[in-house]
């Protein structure tokens, strides 16, 4: 019998209580409550006096986590621990019981301090019975073996199926070792520390009843999950009707089933596509136009640009769309690669599949996780974007990465995940204009 979230996260709070567990591990698939699961644990540990770290790996989910632990208890004594040039955010300043300093020694009146892991490998003393590892399989190894000797127990909570630390230098010559730096601190660990506890969260609480099966088959075959709502609790609608076209007949089909494929005409081009980025801004911009609203379990709300994304493989997409969208009523739009939009939720999201025009299908633009994190950021609907031949260029060049002994193969790979989405996005598909679409 399938558990339910409680009942996970149940077991996950009493293995905190077991002093013989060195390491718990929490996988959690996209919207499953881990930031909420993070605070509870957070409080639960601190309950005793004695003060804990929590690792984060960038300075935007420290500041988040700063923001949602003194939300849920304005008394808890929390440190943030950032280096010497960093601006305390509006979000962080906004709690009076949150302090700020640069080392552990001026923060130590708090029940818990708060960094990022970069910040904790620059600290040379003092030892925590108890650390948080958030996002854990974003951390490399290499991270984990410069802090892990500060603490004495840990929890890590990630998602397994979204992007792998990555490395700009080459890293074959570390493949196959036990103790590859280039590998997720939570892999590493695993591997070495056979008998550690892993749970995982079974429920998505960000992706609707219409995208969680999919996400989760295309992604997660082996881990799976479910909604946490059920099929129509969650609508959207349009205040105006839509005009007779493709940009419109796309976002009606978003807004009944979830999804929508806006397929180009098939074409090799440049990486910053012309003929997409003005599909997407003006998609996007209809979007708005058409005054969308959502109806779900918290109520119903306008879709408003804040609430609205574009996800890209690319930074130089990314750039080409923001300057799309400058003047227009969609410029406050979030613009974003895969990378930059992890761990985010919107009400609606539009993509750039990583294949569109390309010419060859190689490991970056391959990568599950990357397609994982674009096409699971959104609670009502997701609209990708791409040019007609992508499945006959994953068929023209089938999966060839190298295969290194003792590396375990990770399933999906990015040919399968792909045409797994493929598959379903053909459902919904919406045949363009020959014409580029204008504001």
């Known amino acids: 019998m399938t558990k339910s979230a409680d009942e996970v996260t149940a077991e996950i709070l009493a293995d905190l209580e077991n002093p013989t567990h060195r390491a718990i591990v929490v996988d959690s698939p996209p919207g499953a409550g881990k ?17 804990r770290m929590i690792v984060a790996q960038t300075n935007e989910q420290v500041d988040d986590l700063v923001d949602r632990l003194a939300q849920a208890d304005s008394a808890l004594l929390i440190g943030r621990l950032s ?18 300093a640069t080392r552990p020694a001026d923060l130590a009146d708090r029940a818990i301090i708060i960094g990022t892991a970069a910040k904790w490998a620059t600290i040379d003393d003092g030892t925590w019975e108890w650390a948080i590892i958030d996002e854990a399989y974003q951390m490399r190894s290499d991270m984990l073996l410069r802090i892990a000797n500060r603490f004495q127990h840990g929890l890590f909570v990630g998602d397994p199926g979204q992007l792998d630390p990555f490395a700009t230098v080459d890293v074959d010559r570390w493949k196959g070792l036990s103790w590859d730096p280039t590998m997720s601190a939570v892999s590493v660990m695993l591997a070495n520390n056979p008998g550690i506890p892993i749970h995982r969260l079974p429920v998505s609480w960000r992706l609707p009843a219409s995208a969680a099966p999919v996400v989760s088959a295309a992604f997660y075959p082996f881990t799976g999950f479910r909604a946490g709502t059920e099929p129509g609790t969650r609508r959207m609608e349009f ?9 419109d007949e796309a976002l009606d089909e978003a807004a009944r089933s979830g ?19 003005s599909a997407l801004a ?18 119903t709300r306008p879709v408003t640009a804040d609430r609205v994304a574009i996800g890209t493989a690319h930074r130089d997409q990314a750039e080409a769309l923001r300057t799309a969208l400058r003047d227009t009523p969609a410029a406050a739009v979030t613009v974003d690669t ?13 993509v750039l599949h990583p294949l569109s025009g390309r010419r060859d299908a190689g490991a970056f633009h391959l990568e599950a996780g990357r397609l994982c994190v674009l096409t699971s950021r959104h609670r009502h609907a997701c609209v990708v974007v791409g040019r007609a031949g992508i499945p006959e260029l994953l068929d023209a060049h089938p999966s060839a990465e190298p295969v290194h002994l003792g590396v375990e193969v990770k399933f999906p790979d990015g040919w399968e995940a792909n045409q797994a989405l493929l598959t379903h996005l053909a459902r919904h598909r919406v045949i363009a204009d020959a014409v580029t679409p204008t504001l």
């Not at 909420?36 to 004695?50: I, P």
């Not at 010497?84 to 509006?90: F, K």
């Not at 205040?239 to 940009?247: E, Q, R």
């Not at 708005?288 to 609203?293: D, E, G, Q, S, T």
Request: net charge positive.
């Open 239 to 247: 205040s105006t009707a839509g005009l007779l076209g493709p940009l």
């Open 259 to 277: 999804w929508a494929w806006y397929e180009l005409p098939a074409r090799h081009t440049l990486r910053t596509d012309a003929e997409a980025v």
């Open 338 to 350: 895969a990378n930059r939009l992890q761990g985010r939720e919107y009400d609606v999201t539009f």
């Open 282 to 299: 003006a998609l996007t911009n209809r979007l708005l136009a058409r005054a969308a609203v959502t109806h779900s379990e918290q109520g």
């Open 83 to 100: 280096a010497a040039n960093y601006v305390t955010s509006d979000r962080v300043a906004a709690h009076p019981n949150v302090a700020v």
């Open 35 to 51: 930031s909420t699961l993070v605070v509870r644990a957070a409080r639960r540990l601190a309950a005793d006096g004695a003060q």
